[in-house]
């Protein structure tokens, strides 16, 4: 039976932290196996936990209409977290999390989040330049459909999903694609053809298969190449030949931040 300890490193987020400040999660963390379609919490319920979607396993953020219509607002795998990440957790979730690939996700009760950014700065500040990555990707997300094409749209999409993959093969089926970008299956089908026929994808039985991925990148918008930049320069994100996330690197706190928070320690510590 597998143990959290043996996907600590299979989430990009964890794998990042020292030893000493992983020490703070580890004992409390979780091992719960998703299979698709799985809620991980739905809009207007209490956040309790704090998700970490592992190797391959991929949660996407919808907003749902009251026609029944949603889209999609960020994709999250291995490279982060879904829920109270800044806040104190017990908050309500403004989005529908759902498993959009299943595999294992590793959680953690947000109060015991809480309490090791409390007593590690290194923490506070990986779990803070995280969350800032993710707002570029849902607030790039936002300005991509409105401002840019339906062929855009669904390039930024696979290539999204590919970085958290590693493959060029890619699980997904048309209706699943149709309701992250919002639309109708009959009007993707025709989206996907003009693609297949451009030499950028292939179009399977509940895959599509990225032929081309420079060739994807050069036609497509810029809103995809603007959120990886973010993640490489707020968290020092490497990338694989794939395209893949493989690494972060997040810069050290500033000095200026340490010395206040250094200064901090000993006003408090005063009588």
Known sequence: MSTPSEFLESNLLLKALRKADR????????????????????????????????DKTVVTLL???????????????????????????????????????????????????????????????????????????????????ALHPIESRCLRWLMTLQDRLGSEVLPVTQELL????????????RILRT??????????????????????????CECHDCVRRHFDAVLGAVYGPTGRFVAFEPPPTPKAARKRAAMSAVEDADP
């Open 63 to 145: 907003i749902s209409m009251a026609d029944g219509r949603s889209a999609e607002t960020a994709t999250i795998g291995r490279e982060g977290a879904v829920g109270g990440i800044v806040s104190n957790g017990g908050l309500p979730a403004s989005t529908h999390a759902v498993v959009q690939l299943g595999g294992p996700i590793l959680r953690i009760d947000s109060s015991r989040l809480q309490e090791a950014k409390r007593l590690s700065e290194p923490v506070r500040n990986l779990f803070s330049r995280y969350a800032d990555c993710l707002l570029a990707q849902v607030l790039q997300s936002v300005a991509c459909n």
């Open 195 to 220: 693609l297949q026929d451009q030499g950028l994808i292939a179009v399977g039985r509940g895959r599509i298969t990225i032929m081309a991925r420079p060739a994807m990148e050069k036609a497509a």
């Open 178 to 189: 149709a309701a992250m970008l919002g639309v109708q299956r009959t009007y993707l089908t």
């Open 23 to 54: 020490s703070l999660l580890e004992p409390h963390l979780e091992l719960v196996q998703y299979g698709r379609g799985d809620t991980v919490f739905a809009a207007g319920g209490d956040i309790s936990y704090i998700s970490f979607p592992c």
